[in-house]
Antibody, heavy 121, light 107 residues
Framework: QVQLVESGGGVVQPGGSLRLSCAAS????????MHWVRQAPGKGLEWVTF????????YYADSVKGRFTISRDNSKNTLYLQMNSLRTEDTAVYYC??????????????WGQGTLVTVSS | EIVMTQSPATLSVSPGERATLSCRAS??????LAWYQQKPGQAPRLLIY???TRATGIPARFSGSGSGTEFTLTISSLQSEDFVVYYC?????????FGQGTKVEIK
């Protein structure tokens, strides 16, 4: 079955950087669009970014544009999120989520368990 | 950005009763609307997509309806495991957005 396992979370100071990974298995990773979604402590869900199956198109929420970069390595079945210039408001659990098509705008049918990022001095 | 507004924020219902959750979009999203359930400490789980299609393995007591800007999630007879948080999500453009969530609590 589909499995998504995030890693790379931790504590970082404001202005710092962190790279998250999401290891995928149980499906043909290279044929699906993928997302990152975050959830601040005690808050709701916020979509962060999307990447097409082939990495050619990427979309970002305004709150992270210019600071975060999504990428993927289809040979390693892994999704990444490079987070730079981190702010305290970036503190959240970060989930990777799978779309249901290669490139279209779809819902998310599988989610990882999340990794916690804490931005604090 | 399409703003999704869920109501109520908290819904108090007795076990076995029906729960009706609402979601409104700031502009039409056609039927590109999904509902997710989130239990404490867990990742969200897909319940409904296309406004009314149940995801694989979702019990028949969950149903969705609506199109355009007004949507409803109905849980016909609440079980103990259903008293958690529900989110709607639109996927009508390249900026996906979620509602703020509705918590269903035991009355």
């Amino acid at each position: 079955q589909v499995q998504l396992v995030e890693s790379g979370g931790g504590v970082v100071q404001p202005g710092g950087s962190l790279r998250l990974s999401c290891a995928a298995s149980g499906f043909t990773f290279s044929t699906y669009g993928m997302h990152w979604v975050r959830q601040a402590p005690g808050k709701g869900l916020e979509w962060v970014t999307f990447i097409r199956y082939d990495g050619t198109n990427k979309y970002y929420a305004d709150s992270v544009k210019g600071r975060f970069t999504i990428s993927r390595d289809n040979s390693k079945n892994t999704l990444y999120l490079q987070m730079n210039s981190l702010r305290t408001e970036d503190t959240a659990v970060y989930y990777c989520a799978k779309g249901v098509a290669a490139a279209g705008i779809t819902h998310f049918d599988s989610w990882g368990q999340g990794t916690l990022v804490t931005v604090s001095s | 950005e399409i703003v999704m507004t869920q109501s109520p924020a908290t819904l108090s219902v007795s076990p076995g009763e029906r729960a009706t959750l609402s979601c409104r979009a700031s502009q039409s999203v056609s039927s590109n609307l999904a509902w997710y359930q989130q239990k404490p400490g867990q990742a969200p789980r897909l319940l409904i997509y296309g406004a009314s299609t149940r995801a694989t393995g979702i019990p028949a007591r969950f149903s969705g309806s609506g199109s355009g800007t007004e949507f409803t999630l109905t849980i016909s007879s609440l079980q103990s495991e259903d008293f958690v948080v529900y989110y709607c999500q639109q996927y009508n453009n390249w900026l996906w957005t979620f509602g703020q969530g509705t918590k269903v609590e035991i009355k």
